[in-house]
C-alpha cells in the first residue's frame, strides 16, 4: 500500500492534474504488473490491520482530491468518482491476468477523459 500511495502523492503534486491522473493509472498498472498483490491490497478493505486500512483510506482521498482537480481542469468527466478508479483498476487486474500481451493498443481509461478523446500515435 505505500508504493500506492506514494504514486498517488507524487500524481497529486503533479501542476497538470489530468497529467497526474494519467501518470497515477500507468504507475499503478506498472506496479501491479510487477506484482499482483499490489492491486488486491488496494481493493481490499482491512478493518483488523488498522495501519494498512488508514493508508489505504488516505490514499483514496488523495486520489479523490487529483480526480476533483482534472474536472475542475476540465480534463475528466464531470460524473467520474473516486469508485471509477477501483473499477479501472479491478478491470485492469482482469486484462493482466489472461493477456500475456505487455502493451495496450488505447488505454481503456481514456474513456475517462471529458472531451474528445485525442488519437494515439504509434
Not at 500500500?1 to 493509472?25: N, R, Y
Not at 479523490?64 to 478508479?85: H, N, S, W, Y
Not at 493482466?96 to 504509434?122: K, N
Given at each position: 500500500?505505500?508504493?500506492?500511495?506514494?504514486?498517488?502523492?507524487?500524481?497529486?503534486?503533479?501542476?497538470?492534474?489530468?497529467?497526474?491522473?494519467?501518470?497515477?493509472?500507468?504507475?499503478?498498472?506498472?506496479?501491479?504488473?510487477?506484482?499482483?498483490?499490489?492491486?488486491a491490497a488496494f481493493l481490499s478493505a482491512y478493518p483488523k490491520a488498522?495501519?494498512?486500512?488508514?493508508?489505504?483510506?488516505?490514499?483514496?482521498?488523495?486520489?479523490?482530491?487529483?480526480?476533483?482537480?482534472?474536472?475542475?481542469?476540465?480534463?475528466?468527466?464531470?460524473?467520474?468518482?473516486?469508485?471509477?478508479?477501483?473499477?479501472?483498476?479491478?478491470?485492469?487486474?482482469?486484462?493482466?491476468?489472461?493477456?500475456?500481451?505487455?502493451?495496450?493498443?488505447?488505454?481503456?481509461?481514456?474513456?475517462?477523459?471529458?472531451?474528445?478523446?485525442?488519437?494515439?500515435?504509434?
Amino acid at each position: 500500500m505505500g508504493k500506492c500511495g506514494a504514486i498517488v502523492e507524487e500524481a497529486l503534486a503533479d501542476p497538470d492534474p489530468w497529467h497526474g491522473f494519467c501518470t497515477l493509472i500507468n504507475r499503478v498498472f506498472e506496479l501491479h504488473a510487477q506484482d499482483r498483490g499490489v492491486t488486491a491490497a488496494f481493493l481490499s478493505a482491512y478493518p483488523k490491520a488498522r495501519a494498512l486500512d488508514h493508508t489505504r483510506a488516505a490514499t483514496l482521498t488523495n486520489a479523490a482530491e487529483l480526480a476533483r482537480r482534472a474536472k475542475a481542469a476540465g480534463k475528466l468527466r464531470p460524473d467520474f468518482v473516486v469508485q471509477d478508479l477501483i473499477l479501472i483498476i479491478m478491470a485492469n487486474s482482469g486484462v493482466r491476468a489472461t493477456d500475456p500481451m505487455p502493451h495496450v493498443a488505447s488505454p481503456p481509461w481514456q474513456s475517462t477523459r471529458s472531451g474528445p478523446t485525442p488519437q494515439l500515435v504509434s
